[in-house]
C-alpha cells in the first residue's frame, strides 16, 4: 500500500500507525508493542483484513490462505489482542484525507478523461479476464479434440493452465496458420467452428454473469463527475462490454453520449462526440449541459453488425434486463454477432478497423490536449494499442496520468511496461501511481479517494421513492 506522487513513494499506512490500533483486552489505555509478523501479514492482507473487521463478505483464495488468517487470529487471542476499529476507521480518514488532497487538483483540468476496464466491473459479478480459463471453456476444446484432422494439433498444446485471452490467442494462431500457409480448408473451418463456440461460451461465462440490481459504485462515479464545478464535458474510454455506465446513467437520469443517433435505427458517428447541449435559463442566458461522453474501446454488447448501415456498419440495439428474481438482473443473450474486439494478444489489428480506429483516433485526441489528466482503473495495461497511445500521451508536457495498479509494485515491476511507467513516475512528477488492491480498489477509487462530493440528484431521490412505493404495494419487505 504505496503510491508515488510528485517523484516521491509514499507509504499508506506505517507499521508506527498500524502499531497504534491493536489493543490488549484488559489494558486498552497502555501502548503496546506489536511484534512485527502480526503488523506484516495485516498490511500485506489489510484489505481482507479490513472486511474481516467490518463484517463483510469476501472469498478466500484458497484453504492454504485460509489457514494463514485462522493462524494470525489464533496469535491475537493468544496475546490478548483486539483491533480496535475506531482507531483504523479514524486512521483511514486521515490517511484518504491527505490523498485527496494530492488528487484535487487533477480533477480541475480542462480536460478530464477516465480510462476504466474490467477490475471495475468486478463487483457485480465480472470475472476478470485474465483469470485461468474455466472447466466449460476447456471442455469445448476437449470435444473438438474427437474432431477428424485436430487430434493432434490440439493435443500438441496445453491449455489447462491458460487464461482465456491466451487460449483464444492460440486458437487463432492454429487458423491463421491453417488457412493463409496451408490453405486446409476443412481444418480451417473446424478451428472457425471452435473458436466461435468459445468465444459464446466467454461471453456468458465472464460478461453475462454481471447483476445490473444494483450497480452502486458506476452510479456514485456518475454523481461524483456530474458535481464537478467546472467541468461540463467528460470523457470516459472503457474497455468494458457490459452496460453497466448506461444502465446507471438511465436511472439516475445523467446525459450519456455514446456516439450513436437515432430513434428506430440509432446509427453510430463519431461526429457525435464533439456535440454539446445547451440549456437556456430563465434569463435567456444559454447553459452547457453537463453531459458524459462513453466511449467503448472495445465495443459493446448493445451493438450489433448491419452492413446496410454505412459508412461504420454497426447499430445499436436495446438491450432487455431479465428480472429473474429481486435480486438478479442479468442481460438477456441472443447469438446475433457482436461487435467487440475479444480479449486476444493480437487485437491491436483490430483496432485499425472500423469504427474502432475512430474512437483509438478520439482517445489519442483528447488525452493529448492541453492541460489534459487521466486517470486509469481496473486496467490491466493487457492492450498493446492503449498502452503504445498512454506512453506516446507522455510527450505532451500538459498532461497528468493517474494510475490505479492493483497489484503491489514488486509485481508490477515484473511487467516490462508498467517497470517502464514506474521507473518514469520517479523523476516525472506527471505520473502518479497508486499500488495494490486497497488504494487501487475500484470502491475506496470512487467512495474515498475522488476529491468530488456528490450533489443530490432530484430525480434520483423521486425513483428512490418511487421504488419504496412499489416495494409497499407488493408487500415487499426489502
Not at 489489510?46 to 463478505?57: A, E, G, R, T, V
Amino acid at each position: 500500500m504505496e503510491y508515488i506522487y510528485q517523484k516521491s513513494l509514499y507509504q499508506f499506512l506505517k507499521k508506527e500507525e498500524i502499531n497504534k490500533i491493536f489493543i490488549n483486552k484488559d489494558k486498552e489505555n497502555i501502548e503496546i508493542e506489536i511484534d512485527d509478523d502480526i503488523l506484516n501479514f495485516f498490511l500485506q492482507n489489510f484489505k481482507k483484513n479490513y472486511k474481516i473487521l467490518k463484517n463483510k463478505i469476501f472469498e478466500y483464495r484458497d484453504q492454504e490462505e485460509k489457514k494463514k488468517f485462522e493462524e494470525f487470529d489464533k496469535k491475537l487471542k493468544e496475546k490478548n489482542l483486539k483491533i480496535s476499529k475506531d482507531k483504523l476507521e479514524n486512521l483511514l480518514k486521515e490517511k484518504y484525507r491527505v490523498i485527496r488532497e494530492k488528487v484535487a487538483p487533477f480533477i480541475t483540468s480542462d480536460n478530464l478523461n477516465f480510462l476504466i476496464s474490467n477490475g471495475c466491473s468486478m463487483y457485480t459479478g465480472s470475472k476478470g479476464i485474465n483469470d485461468t480459463a474455466k472447466n466449460d471453456l476447456l471442455n469445448i476444446i476437449e470435444r473438438y479434440k474427437s474432431k477428424k484432422g485436430l487430434q493432434y494439433l490440439l493435443k500438441t498444446i496445453d491449455f489447462t493452465n491458460l487464461s482465456p485471452e491466451k487460449v483464444l490467442d492460440k486458437l487463432y494462431q492454429i487458423d491463421n496458420f491453417h488457412t493463409n500457409i496451408l490453405s486446409k480448408k476443412v481444418v480451417s473451418e473446424k478451428i472457425k467452428s471452435l473458436i466461435k463456440e468459445y468465444k459464446e461460451i466467454f461471453l456468458k461465462n465472464y460478461v453475462l454473469e454481471i447483476n445490473y440490481k444494483n450497480p452502486y459504485l458506476h452510479e456514485e462515479l456518475l454523481l461524483k463527475l456530474v458535481s464537478i464545478k467546472k467541468q461540463n464535458h467528460i470523457n470516459i474510454f472503457t474497455l468494458n462490454y457490459d452496460i453497466l455506465i448506461e444502465v446507471s446513467a438511465e436511472k439516475l437520469g445523467i446525459p450519456i453520449n455514446n456516439g450513436f443517433q437515432g430513434f428506430q435505427i440509432r446509427k453510430f458517428n463519431p461526429a457525435n462526440f464533439n456535440y454539446k447541449n445547451y440549456v437556456e435559463t430563465s434569463n435567456g442566458d444559454k447553459k452547457i449541459e453537463k453531459s458524459i461522453n462513453l466511449i467503448k474501446l472495445h465495443g459493446s454488447l448493445s451493438w450489433e453488425k448491419d452492413e446496410s448501415v454505412l459508412p461504420y456498419n454497426i447499430i445499436e440495439k436495446q438491450l432487455e434486463l431479465n428480472k429473474t428474481d429481486s435480486e438478479n438482473w442479468k442481460l438477456n443473450y441472443n447469438n446475433k454477432e457482436k461487435i467487440i474486439i475479444y480479449p486476444v494478444q493480437t487485437k491491436k489489428s483490430y483496432t485499425l478497423d472500423l469504427p474502432y480506429s475512430e474512437m483509438f483516433r478520439q482517445f489519442n485526441d483528447v488525452i493529448n490536449k492541453t492541460n489534459s489528466t487521466l486517470f486509469i482503473m481496473g486496467y490491466s495495461f493487457s492492450d498493446e494499442h492503449i498502452n503504445d497511445i498512454i506512453e506516446n500521451s507522455l510527450s505532451n508536457p500538459f498532461i497528468n496520468i493517474v494510475l490505479f495498479l492493483y497489484s503491489n509494485q514488486e509485481e508490477c515491476l515484473k511487467n516490462e511496461y508498467l517497470k517502464k511507467l514506474i521507473t518514469r513516475a520517479y523523476i516525472d512528477s506527471r505520473l502518479t501511481i497508486f499500488f495494490g488492491d486497497t488504494l487501487s480498489d475500484f470502491e475506496n477509487i470512487v467512495s474515498d479517494i475522488l476529491p468530488i462530493e456528490a450533489e443530490k440528484n432530484p430525480y434520483r431521490e423521486v425513483i428512490r421513492q418511487l421504488e419504496e412505493l412499489v416495494r409497499i404495494k407488493n408487500g415487499d419487505e426489502e
